[in-house]
């Protein structure tokens, strides 16, 4: 497999890769300043289509346009072993799930999305594409986070709640309204700011 991203969360990406026994053929990375990552060499060089690929960046809108940008390779799903996953829960292709994670009942994660460590998402939840879920960050039952929505570490998310397509949900927020598109939000209760 291969991984494309050769940064901070390139390294997580690659340990839960070595955790499920899948080994590295290397990192690609567009930065020709990067080299190694871990023991692993880094390359501008790109596989064969349907290589089987993660895409190692944290960026929401950067994994979208590497995922459009390449859409014929096998993206693959990496779960860490020490997440808690219900049978009934979908996850998408290219997602990331770490250490501590919990994913409850008949809740869809979409394609290319970071659920990060210690998250939280409660039953009927529904995660769009390339959204990514921080450190901590909790979500009751029901919610609904657009695509390209980052949900900041700590923030907690009451049940029902509808966060639109590209937020930013600040750290620490508490968010007790529905979000639209394209806004950040912060504080206790969560409020507009841009």
């Given at each position: 497999?291969?991984?494309?991203?050769?940064?901070?969360?390139?390294?997580?990406?690659?340990?839960?890769?070595?955790?499920?026994?899948?080994?590295?053929?290397?990192?690609?990375?567009?930065?020709?300043?990067?080299?190694?990552?871990?023991?692993?060499?880094?390359?501008?060089?790109?596989?064969?289509?349907?290589?089987?690929?993660?895409?190692?960046?944290?960026?929401?809108?950067?994994?979208?346009?590497?995922?459009?940008?390449?859409?014929?390779?096998?993206?693959?799903?990496?779960?860490?072993?020490e997440s808690n996953i219900s049978k009934r829960a979908?996850?998408?292709?290219?997602?990331?799930?770490?250490?501590?994670?919990?994913?409850?009942?008949?809740?869809?994660?979409?394609?290319?999305?970071?659920?990060n460590s210690n998250a939280v998402i409660e039953h009927e939840c529904k995660i769009g594409d390339y959204v990514h879920i921080s450190p901590g960050a909790a979500l009751a039952g029901n919610v609904s986070v657009g695509e390209g929505s980052q949900i900041g570490i700590g923030a907690s998310v009451i049940q029902g709640i509808k966060i639109g397509k590209w937020c930013v949900v600040g750290a620490g927020a508490v968010i007790i309204r529905d979000v639209p598109d394209g806004v950040t939000v912060v504080g206790n209760p969560g409020r507009i700011i841009g």
């Open positions: 497999m291969y991984l494309f991203g050769a940064s901070g969360h390139g390294k997580v990406a690659a340990e839960i890769a070595e955790e499920n026994g899948l080994k590295i053929e290397a990192i690609i990375d567009e930065d020709p300043s990067k080299t190694q990552l871990l023991e692993y060499k880094v390359t501008q060089n790109l596989p064969e289509n349907h290589a089987e690929m993660l895409i190692s960046i944290g960026n929401n809108q950067n994994r979208k346009k590497i995922a459009e940008r390449y859409p014929n390779f096998n993206y693959i799903k990496l779960i860490h072993s979908k996850i998408g292709e290219g997602t990331v799930v770490m250490a501590g994670a919990v994913i409850n009942s008949e809740t869809q994660i979409g394609r290319h999305c970071i659920i």
